[in-house]
């Protein structure tokens, strides 16, 4: 081959150029990028005004002021969703790495998931309040902490269950390459628990609408601060029980909804494709058009190019790890007298702290109310399996088969997301009126409501898994010729029981949570209340009883603890152990 033919002076130069001059996707990319940055700079100067200004403009329910409304939830349900972000892949990465770690991390997170929002507001509204005097920014930041503790549980369980169960030979993989562990981190853990990441997310996302209502109203002593926002137009909504105004808020909750799924989650879906743990490639893949305009867009990608490469360096640096211990301290550390000690501390520091609780509750409640709690934390028990075992029999067979039609889960999602973000507390008014008029038990009827918000976890991980189930197995399937309860019993179950334990627990510590709203409900001069942990929690916050919520907080943490160590704990050790991708 002649070289002067080959190449051509100036060539490189030339085609540097025609990389700089913007095509037609440069246009919509950046009209989308600069809308962001205008509404975004637009909420934030409201959060610096002073506290005063928010009386000035009370919450209104005329319908012209949701768009504004909509705008301001969205960036803080945004901040809280990007905060669980990084508190679910440091939390869930030391509890799934470290042993010991696992011991204190995991129980508290079922604790932390089982303790209501409200109970969270209780103790920190005043210390962001204090941060910040006198400045809506105090404010916003207790609601987006409080969103943040509706969605942070559930993504960490994600980051957990997939370190859990990454696959032997991938982790021989790193070894044989000699990542340190840092590398390995970035380069094989993350991108194995990408997929099921994206779901948990979106089901985070969805699952802080139902607490926005409670986020958005913060009480302090005596005064309660209406952040303006989606949810305090639904909270004023149903205290003038005006139906038109919480239709006008669905509307626009289902809008945003739809801009999140295709600005947001639907470019993830598709992108989080490529890490798929697979051998041969999937018959269809998920696409987005959003994905599609910034891939093609020659300016806007050459912007975000210094961001990847810099991100590629951060993933690619060679962390020294700390200086290793003397020998004689290493074996100490990882002897079984080390763990029996580290284990006697956790449980004299838990006998304590149970202890301590039960002095303050018990120092006006007498044992025999006691019992009765306690009687009344088994009702809810029973609930809770109910539910979750009729919402396993719905839902795995619907997410197998969206997890395995991408095509189909395009469509779907936009809806699943809805659903789940569809506030279930407006279903309660529905739920009183029925009971009443057709005299229904309330113990029984009050209960599905418990699982209105929660059932979705189910769902979204199960999805997860279908979806980042190996094509190469489902080939294998089909060509030993696996059909019917086989293949349910020997395939696509194994595969998926790791996201679906993720979903069960998360959604049965959700419906202990929700039973405080779903076990007792009001309409007007109408309540029907059922027997349960969670209504008497609720009559005790609204009474003002500080030591009997406490108190009825302490025994749901309890039940919330033992059902999760007894049970899905070691059925998730199980499948950790026995039925990995390998």
Not at 48 to 64: E, K, V, Y
Not at 321 to 339: C, E, G, Q
Not at 443 to 454: A, F, R, Y
Request: glycine residues 6%; charged residues 15%; positive net charge.
């Amino acid at each position: 081959m002649n070289l002067q033919t080959s190449f051509q002076p100036g060539e490189g130069l030339r085609s540097f150029s025609r990389r700089l001059v913007p095509s037609f996707w440069d246009l919509p990319a950046f009209a989308l990028l600069l809308g962001a940055f205008l509404l975004v700079a637009q909420a934030g100067r409201e959060t610096l005004q002073p506290l005063s200004s928010i009386a000035l403009s009370p919450i209104s329910l005329d319908p012209t002021a949701l768009p504004h409304y909509a705008l301001l939830t969205t960036l803080r349900m945004l901040g809280a969703i990007l905060a669980s972000l990084a508190f679910a892949l440091t939390y869930g990465a030391l509890a799934a790495k470290s042993r010991r770690a696992e011991m204190v991390l995991v129980p508290l997170l079922d604790i932390l998931q089982s303790v209501p929002v409200l109970g969270f507001l209780s103790f920190t509204v005043a210390g962001f309040m204090a941060l910040f005097p006198g400045q809506i920014l105090g404010v916003e930041c207790a609601a987006i902490f409080a969103i943040f503790t509706s969605q942070a549980w559930n993504m960490a369980f994600s980051i957990y269950q997939s370190l859990k169960t990454l696959p032997r030979d991938l982790e021989e993989v790193s070894l044989s390459f000699r990542l340190s562990p840092w590398q390995r981190f970035w380069r094989l853990e993350i991108p194995f628990a990408m997929p099921g990441l994206v779901w948990n997310t979106m089901m985070s996302m969805s699952g802080g609408w139902f607490f926005v209502v409670a986020a958005e109203a913060i009480s302090v002593g005596p005064t309660t601060i209406s952040l303006p926002g989606i949810g305090s137009y639904v909270a004023l909504a149903i205290d003038h029980r005006n139906l038109g105004a919480i239709g006008w808020a669905v509307a626009t909750m289902l809008v945003i909804i739809l801009i999140y799924d295709q600005l947001l989650f639907r470019p993830l879906v598709a992108w989080a494709e490529k890490f798929r743990f697979e051998l041969s490639a999937a018959s269809s893949v998920p696409e987005s058009w959003f994905l599609n305009l910034i891939q093609r867009a020659r300016l806007f990608r050459m912007l975000l190019h210094p961001v990847g490469d810099a991100a590629r360096a951060l993933a690619a640096l060679r962390l020294a790890p700390a200086t290793p211990l003397p020998a004689p301290f290493r074996r100490v550390w990882s002897s079984r007298i080390f763990d029996f000690a580290w284990g006697a501390v956790i449980g004299l520091a838990s006998i304590y702290a149970l202890w301590q609780v039960m002095t303050f509750a018990t120092g006006e409640i007498h044992l025999s109310e006691m019992l009765h709690v306690l009687l009344l934390g088994f009702a809810t028990l029973l609930r809770v399996l109910v539910l979750i075992a009729l919402a396993t029999l719905v839902w795995v067979p619907i997410g197998v088969w969206i997890g395995l039609r991408p095509r189909w889960a395009e469509r779907i999602q936009p809806l699943a997301q809805f659903l789940a973000a569809f506030p279930a507390n407006l279903m309660f008014p529905l739920a009183v009126v029925a009971i009443v008029k057709f005299r229904l038990d309330p113990d029984i009827w009050l209960s599905p409501l418990m699982v209105l918000g929660t059932q979705w976890y189910i769902l979204f991980n199960v999805v997860a898994g279908a979806s980042a189930f190996p094509n190469d197995l489902k080939e294998a399937a089909a060509t030993f010729r696996i059909r019917g309860w086989g293949w349910w019993r020997k395939v696509i179950l194994p595969g998926i029981m790791p996201y679906y334990l993720t979903g069960a627990i998360t959604a049965s510590g959700g419906s202990w949570n929700a039973s405080i709203v779903a076990e007792i409900a009001s309409w007007g001069d109408k309540t029907v209340e059922a027997h349960g942990l969670g209504a008497y929690i609720a009559k005790m916050t609204e009474a003002g009883d500080f030591p009997r919520v406490v108190l009825g907080i302490a025994v749901m943490s309890i039940f919330v603890v033992l059902l999760n160590r007894l049970f899905w704990r070691r059925l998730f050790a199980y499948t950790a152990r026995n039925l990995r991708l390998d």
